[in-house]
């Protein structure tokens, strides 16, 4: 159970602070960068949103390739370790930018495989959130190559305490809010959970 238990690290309780402490880092180092970051997690989250109110309130999803919703916790995972390695690495070695961000990418890409499947979502669901994480944070980070990123050592030894405080808090999903907000858009009586071709498997929420 410990791979279940880990997976819940990549959910909102830990990743939306992540994201915030990445802003205000850029928001003191380039308020340029700051609006490439939010345009970034705003796209990411919305693409994972508009997948899970179609698969909750209209039961569309895409059968083919065994996916009903992008995983957001393999997402998330994906987006910040890869995006907050690389800031982190910058403020040693300019050089060490990429490969930081490389490793990120894989620990984020291992996370999704391992942690993330099968314990929230299946396989395919969580290598989708992975891909487009992934997309998203090496398109932010090339755009922002040109600029310098600097940040106090104070941000982010702060940064990183309430990121610890946050990951020792009981963690929440956004599951309940998407249900009944599918649910509204659509008429349905209520949201789906599981799509057809998986009744006879396990029972896996669509999280």
């Not at 990120?104 to 099968?118: D, E, K, Q, T």
């Not at 395919?124 to 980070?141: P, Q, S, Y």
């Not at 009944?180 to 009586?189: F, K, M």
Request: with cysteine; proline share 5%.
């Amino acid at each position: 159970m410990m791979r279940a238990e880990l997976a819940q690290f990549g959910g909102i309780t830990v990743m939306i602070p992540a994201a915030l402490i990445i802003a205000v880092w850029l928001r003191y180092s380039s308020p340029w960068a700051l609006r490439g970051w939010i345009v970034t997690v705003g796209v990411t989250y919305s693409i994972v949103a508009f997948s899970k109110l179609l698969f909750k309130g209209w039961g569309l999803s895409f059968q083919h390739v065994d996916i009903a919703v992008l995983s957001g916790h393999a997402m998330n995972t994906c987006l910040m370790l890869t995006v907050g390695s690389s800031l982190l690495a910058r403020q040693f070695s300019a050089a060490l930018r990429w490969p930081a961000a490389l490793v990120g990418l894989l620990l984020g890409i291992w996370f999704s495989a391992y942690c993330v499947a099968p314990f929230i979502h299946p396989l395919n669901e969580a290598l989708a959130g992975a891909v487009l994480g992934g997309v998203a944070a090496i398109a932010f980070l090339w755009r922002i190559e040109p600029t310098e990123v600097k940040v106090s050592p104070a941000f982010i030894g702060a940064g990183l305490a309430v990121l610890l405080v946050c990951a020792l808090m009981p963690k929440y999903n956004a599951e309940l809010l998407l249900n009944r907000v599918a649910v509204t858009l659509s008429g349905a009586e209520r949201a789906y959970q599981e799509p057809a071709w998986r009744l006879d498997a396990a029972p896996r929420q669509a999280e």
